[in-house]
């Protein structure tokens, strides 16, 4: 399939049946004159699956140069987007403790990204930075998300760092009761694994009034 006005190959199919080049972004029915469909621009909340996929790998892309800022190292970056949170914390012990780094943004798209870095692993953050855990972390955040922004050349700004140290069940409560009430909980997670080992994860997770305009940038 070829988009009729840029003639790129990367298109993906909607639940219209009709096309979307990922490239310049045209709507478009391939056995018919090219026309945009209103109801894929407008209809729904939710992302379809291939929506879903498509925003994922480009926020794949940014999360490589996330775990990168974070270790200094090429990480093996994981992406899925069925991932429910308990299928997450279930790979952490009930007693083991992490810090959750969530950091609040607006912009072009408003959200949470929730950073999940393993106790075991804070010590290779620390190093980077002078200064207590907490300190290095909220430097480090900042840092991390304004090469993630970037990367994804989308216009948006932190406006809160929160730090929590706690178990993932904590955490996954916290993100149920609190986070919740305003966000999708679309859960795009990525694993940072290098070897054997699992660094961390990053959650994405929009605002609900976040969804429509995420197809901005598909």
Do not use: H
């Amino acid at each position: 399939m070829r988009c009729p006005v840029c003639g790129s190959r990367n298109v993906t199919k909607l639940k219209t049946g009709s096309y979307k080049c990922n490239d310049c972004g045209f709507v478009f029915y391939p056995d018919r004159d090219a026309i945009i469909d209103l109801r894929d621009l407008v209809e729904g909340d939710e992302l379809s699956e291939e929506e879903k996929e498509v925003i994922g790998e480009r926020i794949k892309e940014a999360s490589a140069e996330l775990s990168k800022s974070l270790y200094g190292a090429d990480m093996l970056n994981v992406f899925d987007k069925n991932t429910s949170l308990d299928e997450i914390a279930a790979k952490y012990g009930e007693e083991e403790y992490l810090y959750g780094v969530f950091i609040d943004f607006t912009g072009d798209i408003e959200g949470t990204l929730l950073l999940i870095i393993p106790e075991k692993n804070i010590g290779d953050i620390v190093s980077k930075y002078s200064g207590g855990v907490i300190e290095s972390l909220k430097k480090l955040s900042i840092d991390s998300f304004n090469a993630f922004v970037e990367k994804l050349s989308w216009n948006a700004s932190a406006k809160n760092v929160d730090i929590a140290y706690d178990t993932m069940n904590a955490l996954v409560s916290y993100l149920t009761s609190e986070i919740g009430k305003d966000k999708e909980l679309l859960v795009l997670n990525y694993q940072f694994i290098l070897g054997s080992r699992r660094y961390g994860e990053l959650l994405f997770l929009p605002s609900k009034n976040s969804i429509k305009l995420l197809r901005r940038f598909l």
